[in-house]
């Protein structure tokens, strides 16, 4: 099967995050005509090859896609070529990096490999990483990990993590008319004085991710425009850097805060790989690149606990989740040739490092 009629297969059926399973179905199908033992939990597909006994490589990408959005120019699950360009639903987002990985796994499958490759095609990474979350415990201990996703293969060593807080400022009710005789503390103001206090809070650099700012991204408060309100709700968004705890980060919030702060999500962590760790420099001698950047969006990679990844693959970060979604031919060969290359420089730096 060429790149580009696996690639067509690939986008041509629909997997939208927790209906994966006709994708799931032919994905083992083919893969068990590849002559690989493939192993399923779910939606969720693995296999390995090369040699046991050495090192072991995870290559990860993930099934599912978002929804389709509107203004889409034709029907989003069909997918049409323009060209060397392929217009459909996941074609970036992430069937390219899915593609080039089988592509990739189907030819060193046939080589002399100085380690373990694990293969991991998952489920519900768009909705949570339900599915890579409950499978690192059957796939057996692992020193290094690639998480594929569109970065024009730009190699990621550093991915910044999501921390939601949820505040409530707490008033005292009244009659508008009277709240200053009462006294009546008014919730809207007091949270209005912590989000100017968010808004003006910094946070140290990271060398590849950057400065960042918490964003409130949804407020609620008061039931009649005659009543001073007792509560008001606000969301703040946060994303984080490795080197940020988001327990800390949270207690940090409620000292500065008048608020009651609760952490409403705190699972996407954040990661970061030490440049000189092979998985980052075989990633880089692949990709021809001549040092590692940052991403400022979440994958799978949160999920990965401690062993050390990149994220990195065909394709471009800014257009997934938007109409007309494509990929080039080109770039889904250059996907390909990068993690075949990749592999066995990783299994070489680890013997020399």
């Known amino acids: 099967m060429s790149p580009a009629e696996l690639l ?15 994708l799931a179905d032919l994905l083992q199908n083919l893969l068990a005509g590849q002559g690989l033992d ?25 099934l599912d896609t978002v929804p389709p959005c509107a203004g889409w120019e034709g029907d989003p699950f069909t997918p049409v070529w323009h060209g060397s360009r392929l ?37 519900e990474e768009e909705t949570g990483g339900d599915g890579i979350a409950t499978l690192l415990d059957q796939l057996g201990p692992l020193d290094g990990a690639v998480v594929g996703e569109p970065t024009g293969l730009r190699v990621c060593a550093a991915q910044r993590g999501l921390l939601v807080l949820k505040c409530t400022a707490r008033g005292q009710s009244g009659h ?16 209005a004085r912590d989000i100017a206090k968010v808004a003006a809070m910094d946070f140290p650099a990271h060398p590849l991710l950057g400065t960042q700012k918490a964003q409130v991204t949804q407020i609620q408060g008061g039931l009649r425009r005659n009543q001073v309100p007792d509560a008001c709700e606000f969301f703040i968004d946060l994303r984080t850097g490795p080197e940020q705890d988001h327990e800390a980060l949270a207690a940090d919030f409620q000292r500065q805060l008048e608020s009651e702060v609760a952490v409403h999500s705190r699972r996407y962590l954040p ?34 606990g401690d062993i050390p990844a990149v994220k990195a ?15 080039t031919l080109p770039e889904l060969e250059a996907g390909a040739a990068f993690y075949a290359a990749l592999v066995p420089a990783f299994f070489k730096m680890q013997v020399q490092p």
């Open 38 to 62: 493939v192993q399923r939990q779910g939606h969720n597909l693995w296999f390995t090859f090369g040699r046991k006994g050495g090192a072991r490589l995870l290559l990860n990408s993930h």
């Open 271 to 304: 990661k970061g790989t030490d440049p000189s760790h092979p998985i980052v420099r075989a990633a880089l001698q692949a990709a021809g690149k001549a040092g590692p950047v940052g991403s400022g969006t979440t994958s799978d990679w949160a999920f990965l």
């Open 87 to 123: 217009q459909g639903l996941g074609a970036n987002d992430a069937k390219g990096c899915v593609a080039a990985i089988l592509l990739a796994a189907f030819e060193l499958s046939k080589q002399e490999l100085g380690g373990e490759v694990v293969v991991a095609l998952t489920a």
């Open 8 to 22: 067509t297969l690939l986008v041509g059926t629909p997997s939208v995050s927790g209906e994966e399973g006709l």
């Open 176 to 191: 508008v008319a009277h709240a200053q005789m009462l006294g009546a503390e008014n919730a809207i103001h007091k949270a």
């Open 313 to 327: 693959g065909p394709g471009d970060t800014f257009r997934s989740h938007r109409p007309n979604e494509y990929l």
